[in-house]
């Protein structure tokens, strides 16, 4: 299969937990959307080569790809058939504001990749991505016999514990596979772990409901030190949760409006405008409003205007919130 060169940043290894919406684009993790960002051109390409699983190339490395396939001479005809294979099912592409890439619809159908969870890999020069029955299923298949897999790779390069690190990650420590390999929470209440779960898989955000979303907001409230009411299913216009402060000095009361939308769905200015006119009429000090999305334009613009009686929080605040949980919370 052909490589390429490398480019730089090299791309970091390891396996990624990522999501395609329903349109088909899929949302990168920060460290890969980082490295494929310090791309030079910018572009990239993405393609499938065995109908498993996709490919997405830094667009000077699938150039150098199509150097090497077209210069060979032995089987020119193959290469060539590959080539337009690559060519048929993949496009050239490039990452949005929002760190995602778009999957070509032909592409998506030859891997069935529907919205929902996908397995991305990094490797040298290009990222890999899996559907998620394809993982599971090459994971099971690597892991099968990997002692004798690797006495053959120490044969095969004539040294005798050439890989400790990976008999030792993977043989022997055979009882810590329940550790590496997470299982997802059924989310009932938030405890710690559930939130500490939420901190290394925020996509997972996406998937609560509006009124789960509003506990864990009250939750992250509660921890920061306010006294949090969660208000009645059918009367929130404009104030999913009221959270209250107070000590000697002050007493501040907050309203909270909390918008579970889809990463493509925005909060506009009339939901700013709304929430603003609800914390007027309740004579409250501000008005918070968080979304698992983030904000246009003019939802921004207008908040600049109240800016000192209100606050917006989107996605990557969202992600901020929950890092605390991992290191102990401040």
């Not at 730089?8 to 390891?14: C, D, H, I, K, N």
């Not at 030859?110 to 890999?121: N, Q, T």
């Not at 993982?135 to 099971?140: G, V």
């Not at 996406?206 to 009367?235: N, W």
């Amino acid at each position: 299969m052909p490589r390429g060169l490398s480019v730089q940043p090299e791309l970091p290894p390891g396996v990624f937990q990522a999501r395609v919406d329903d349109k088909g684009r899929l949302k990168l993790p920060a460290l890969l959307r980082e490295a494929l960002a310090g791309d030079p051109g910018g572009s990239h390409f993405i393609t499938s080569f065995d109908l498993t699983t996709a490919r997405i190339y830094p667009l000077a490395v699938w150039r150098e790809n199509v150097r090497i396939l077209e210069g060979l001479h032995s089987d020119h005809q193959a290469a060539q058939d590959l080539l337009f294979s690559a060519n048929y099912l993949g496009c050239l592409t490039e990452v949005d504001s929002q760190g995602r890439i778009l999957l070509p619809a032909e592409l998506r159908r030859s891997l069935a990749i529907v919205s929902g969870p996908v397995r991305l890999m990094g490797h040298r020069d290009f990222v890999e991505v899996f559907p998620e029955a394809v993982y599971e299923a090459r994971l099971e298949a690597a892991k099968s016999g990997l002692e004798e897999k690797v006495a053959l790779l120490e044969r095969e390069l004539g040294q005798e514990e050439l890989l400790p690190e990976l008999r030792l990650l993977y043989i022997e420590a055979k009882p810590l596979e329940a550790e590496v390999h997470e299982v997802r929470p059924v989310i009932v209440d938030f405890t710690d772990e559930v939130l500490r779960w939420l901190a290394r898989h925020p996509d997972d955000l996406h998937d609560l409901s509006p009124r789960k979303f509003e506990e864990l907001v009250a939750r992250i409230l509660k921890d920061s030190g306010f006294s949090v009411e969660l208000t009645q299913l059918t009367r929130d216009r404009g104030m999913d949760i009221l959270a209250h402060i107070k000590n000697r000095i002050l007493s501040i009361l907050v309203l909270v409006e909390c918008k579970r939308y889809a990463p493509e769905r925005p909060v506009g200015v009339g939901v700013v405008r709304e929430v603003y006119g609800v914390q007027k009429m309740h004579y409250a000090n501000k008005s918070l409003i968080v979304t698992t999305s983030h904000f246009t334009k003019p939802a921004i613009e207008e908040h600049r205007r109240i800016e000192s009686e209100t606050e917006l929080k989107d996605y990557e605040d969202l992600k901020l919130w929950l890092g605390r949980y991992l290191v102990g919370r401040s």
